[in-house]
Structure formats: structure tokens, C-alpha cells
């Protein structure tokens, strides 16, 4: 069965501090995989997806970057961390293309920026 | 603006009742929605599904489609406390191959 975990859960960090979010999937070969910013109690938004090893696009320009360093790895990472940063990020995955194919969240990691 | 717009923004049920929650597409080039369910606190789950017209069943829950107004609905029979809960309305921009989010619906189901 496939897992998705994302790490940390929860992180309280310093404006202007770098930031490194993770996200693996197993039991999966070769999923299409997503970032999404939630603010609270708002809505989701896409930021980045990936459909193969090394080749991420983005979505929203939010002053974050992603990566894809292996098939079942997505990372998402700032060196300079705003206020408007925080909420919550969530990893997704998906087989088969674009929203065609339902796509399964992770747990999530909730960020406060101080 | 919001391209999917969801009304009500919230909404009180009491135990058994019907819940009603709607969403429409502004944006033209959207094809299929899908309809997912967020608990306080947690990753959303997919509900269901639906890209042809008419209506789909499953449960407790069934879902239109009018694909002409690009409006769709969910409506919960029986609620029960645990429906309670953040619901997101997503479309599928098929121009910009990615799924574009409404601001959800919270429901609360009062015992």
C-alpha cells in the first residue's frame, strides 16, 4: 500500500530564517507530485508540481523554490523565510495526468513564521 | 476573485438533516470537479468526483453537474457530527492542466 509522509509536522520558525520541507511517497512509481499552501481556515493553492526526476514547475510565485531530488522525494525550501509564509503545506500525489487523476494528500506540515 | 466560488461560506445542520453545498466554475476551460472534505486540522480526502452531467451517488452523498452553468453541488443526507468540516470544491483547468480550488464550505452538524 502506498504512504505518503511529509516532515516536519510542525515547525515555528524566524522571519528572514531558511525553511526545508519534505515529502516521500512509497509504494508509488513515478507519481505526479504537488505543494499546496493553505492559509488558515482558507483555501488550497497549488504551488509547484513535478512529473519526473528533476523537473519541477511552478504554479504561485511566493518566494519558495521546490525540488525533486528523487523519484519519491519533493522538497520545498526558502532561504528567507516572510510572515506571509505560514499556514499550512501540504504534499500531494497523484498517477495518470494533470487533475484527471485524483490526487492524495499527506498529513501536512503546519509552519508559523514569528 | 476566486474562479471557483462555493456558497454557503458556512452552514448549520442539525443531526439527520440535509446539507446542501454549491460551487461554480467562472473560469470556462474547466472540465471535471471534485469534491473533498477537510477535518479541523487535517489533509483533505477526497469525497467524489464528477465530470459528466447529471447526477452520481454514493452513500449518503450525491453530487450534480451542470456542465452548461459549470455549477455543482453536494448534498449530504442524514448528516451526522462527524461530517462536520471543512468541504473544498476543486476544478480541473484543462488549459493549465492543474486543479483550481474554491475558499470550502464549513459545515457543522449540531447533535
Known amino acids: 500500500a502506498q504512504t505518503i509522509h511529509q516532515w516536519p509536522v510542525a515547525e515555528i520558525k524566524a522571519v528572514g530564517s531558511p525553511l526545508s520541507l519534505g515529502c516521500t511517497i512509497k509504494?508509488?512509481?513515478?507519481?505526479?507530485l504537488y505543494w499546496y499552501w493553505q492559509a488558515t481556515g482558507g483555501t488550497l493553492q497549488q504551488l509547484f508540481y513535478s512529473i519526473t526526476v528533476g523537473q519541477v514547475e511552478s504554479v504561485v510565485q511566493l518566494n519558495l523554490s521546490a525540488s525533486r531530488p528523487k523519484d519519491d522525494q519533493f522538497i520545498l525550501s526558502t532561504e528567507k523565510l516572510l510572515l506571509s509564509h505560514s499556514g499550512f503545506y501540504l504534499c500531494?500525489?497523484?498517477?495518470?495526468?494533470?487533475?484527471?487523476?485524483?490526487?492524495?494528500f499527506g498529513p501536512g506540515t503546519r509552519l508559523t513564521v514569528l | 476573485q476566486q474562479k471557483v466560488q462555493q456558497s454557503p461560506e458556512s452552514l448549520i445542520v442539525p443531526e439527520g438533516g440535509m446539507a446542501s453545498l454549491n460551487c461554480t466554475s467562472s473560469d470556462r476551460n474547466v472540465d471535471y470537479f471534485w469534491w473533498y472534505r477537510q477535518h479541523s486540522g487535517k489533509s483533505p480526502k477526497m469525497l467524489m468526483?464528477?465530470?459528466?452531467?447529471g447526477e452520481k451517488e454514493e452513500g449518503r452523498f450525491t453530487v450534480h453537474l451542470n456542465k452548461a452553468s459549470l455549477h455543482t453541488s453536494l448534498h449530504i443526507r442524514d448528516s451526522q457530527p462527524s461530517d462536520s468540516a471543512l468541504y473544498l470544491c476543486?476544478?480541473?483547468?484543462?488549459?493549465?492542466?492543474?486543479?483550481?480550488f474554491g475558499q470550502g464550505t464549513k459545515l457543522s452538524i449540531k447533535p
Open positions: 500531494a500525489w497523484s498517477l495518470g495526468t494533470g487533475g484527471y487523476a485524483e490526487q492524495f
Open positions: 468526483s464528477i465530470f459528466s452531467n
Open positions: 476543486a476544478a480541473m483547468n484543462y488549459n493549465q492542466g492543474k486543479l483550481i
Open positions: 509504494g508509488k512509481s513515478s507519481p505526479n
